[in-house]
């Protein structure tokens, strides 16, 4: 980072003089500047890149005391080394030094003297900017691993992390990671105060050890962003286990201190961050399958009849809903039953799972949907004395369109008729809940009528209310595709969020004749 010649700006109204420092200083080495005036200074040293500031004291618009202070009021790292070819006395130095001054001397002025120290300032002014700028970035490091732990999806990790990288080293910035299905992509930020974007890239990992490595590559090796002109490519690659693929930081190598200790401490955060996300993902699809195993299989096919069933679980950052339904031919009627415990998790798919059963075990029974609920009630108090849940079940002749329908606590069924909806309230505590239970509510599906049975992740959202959600569903059911298939899916188009929190279960009868 410092490896160039230092820029000294050589302030001084004498010529002679100024010719003198000049010469010293570019024999040195320095990559020197000339100003004549104290404005003139102040003025370089707002729009050059000075490392060091040689400052005559005395100046013919301003003293190089005000100058001194004035500088440092604006950059107080940056080195000022008085000069003076007039007598000072010790009042004049300790003024010098007192308002900002790094270092003072006084003709007659030896140029080893000055070269010397020219150096020992320097090197004080470039620890102190590398420690400022190491704690820069560990602050921006520190940002950058909570909102990387914080994402909630692996597209946004990646966006986070590669603009977290580029906003710690003010660079363009890529990290590069694999999926849990094996898909490598690739986080890019084309600088600080851009957005990230995620491309498909490949990597060959050939050789690359377990723990966290850095190599030098080419910019065409890396062909994700523009990359600055004239300098290579630090590449940290973590990788935390044998069976796991690396990931990776690119960020160019002209920005690095020695030992790369931000980039590699980077490097391992994000790459922690992949792995809990990678985890996670594992265990919600191990959730999301063992959800799915626990519902029906296939629909019934009945004559006279059309059915249709839609079951989205919910988005990858969300835990397992509880939803369920159920579609069984029992006895010549058709058992249908619609239900959300309360909760997301694992323990709620399992607790639907046995209320599933449980409502379809007293069905084949024989009992009517409201004693079905009465006893799904009584064995969930006992069994599952903390739990809640929602259901609705229906019991439908096929020939004649009669339904006897007990609800407890669920949405109502919508009921959709040449265009028009109407909702079949029947109000009913949930399950889990002692309280006594109403009638059943029966009713007629009429030829040609949907009958449409759905969970809350269908019509709930933060920003509406239940009503709103219902007026949406009616407004969507008012035409029902020759295809239930088709009306289904357009439901939950235009119904469901593009990424779903809750699960979703839609069951669609249509009946024929």
Not at 184 to 213: E, I, K, L, N, R
Not at 364 to 370: D, F, L, M, T, Y
Not at 427 to 449: I, K, N, Q, S, Y
């Amino acid at each position: 980072m410092d490896g160039g010649p230092a820029t000294v700006l050589v302030v001084d109204d004498s010529r002679t003089k100024r010719y003198l420092l000049v010469s010293w200083l570019t024999r040195a080495g320095f990559e020197v500047r000339e100003a004549e005036t104290g404005k003139e200074a102040l003025e370089r040293v707002g729009n050059d890149p000075v490392e060091l500031v040689v400052l005559d004291v005395r100046l013919p618009d301003m003293s190089g005391f005000e100058v001194c202070e004035r500088i440092k009021a604006s950059q107080p790292a940056l080195p000022v080394i008085h000069v003076s070819a007039h007598a000072i006395d010790v009042v004049d130095r300790a003024q010098g030094l007192t308002r900002g001054a790094d270092a003072y001397l006084a003709e007659p002025i030896e140029p080893d003297e000055l070269v010397a120290t020219a150096h020992a300032v320097l090197r004080y002014y470039r620890a102190r900017r590398r420690a400022e700028l190491f704690a820069e970035r560990l602050a921006r490091l520190a940002e950058t691993t909570v909102a990387v732990h914080a994402a909630p999806t692996f597209t946004r990790l990646l966006e986070e992390a590669a603009v977290g990288a580029a906003e710690i080293f003010r660079t363009p910035a890529a990290v590069v990671a694999e999926t849990f299905d094996g898909d490598c992509m690739a986080g890019v930020c084309p600088g600080p105060g851009g957005a990230g974007s995620v491309v498909p890239w490949t990597v060959d990992d050939t050789g690359v050890p377990t723990g966290t490595t850095v190599r030098i590559d080419e910019p065409s090796d890396w062909d994700l962003t523009a990359w600055p002109a004239d300098d290579r490519l630090a590449v940290a690659a973590a990788r935390l286990r044998e069976d796991r693929a690396p990931l990776y930081v690119v960020v160019p190598a002209g920005v690095q201190v020695p030992g790369m200790p931000v980039l590699v401490q980077l490097a391992q955060a994000v790459a922690a961050a992949v792995e809990a996300q990678r985890s996670y993902d594992e265990e919600h699809r191990i959730a999301v399958t063992l959800q799915r195993s626990l519902l029906p299989r296939r629909i019934p096919t009945i004559d006279g009849l059309d059915l249709a069933v839609r079951y989205e679980p919910a988005s990858a950052q969300t835990e397992v809903g509880g939803d369920f339904y159920e579609l069984v031919m029992l006895d010549g009627h058709l058992l249908m039953a619609i239900g959300d415990v309360a909760g997301h998790s694992l323990h709620a798919a399992t607790v639907m799972a046995e209320l599933r059963h449980a409502v379809r075990a007293y069905a084949v029974e024989g009992h009517q949907p409201g004693e079905i609920l009465h006893r799904v009630n009584e064995l969930m108090r006992r069994l599952l004395p903390y739990e809640l849940a929602t259901i609705c079940v229906l019991l439908l002749e096929p020939d004649t369109g009669e339904v006897r329908m007990a609800s407890a606590g669920h949405l109502p069924p919508l009921l959709a008729v040449d265009g028009r909806v109407e909702f079949l309230q029947h109000t009913a505590p949930l399950l889990g809940v002692r309280a006594a239970r109403p009638p059943d509510l029966e009713f007629v599906v009429p030829a040609g009528a949907t009958l449409v049975l759905y969970t809350d992740g269908l019509i709930e959202r933060r920003d509406t209310t239940i009503d709103e959600g219902l007026a949406a569903l009616a407004a969507q059911a008012a035409r029902v595709e020759p295809d239930l298939d088709a009306f289904c899916a357009r439901l939950l188009r235009e119904l469901a969020p593009s990424e779903i929190h809750d699960d979703v279960a839609v069951l669609a009868l249509r009946r024929r004749h």
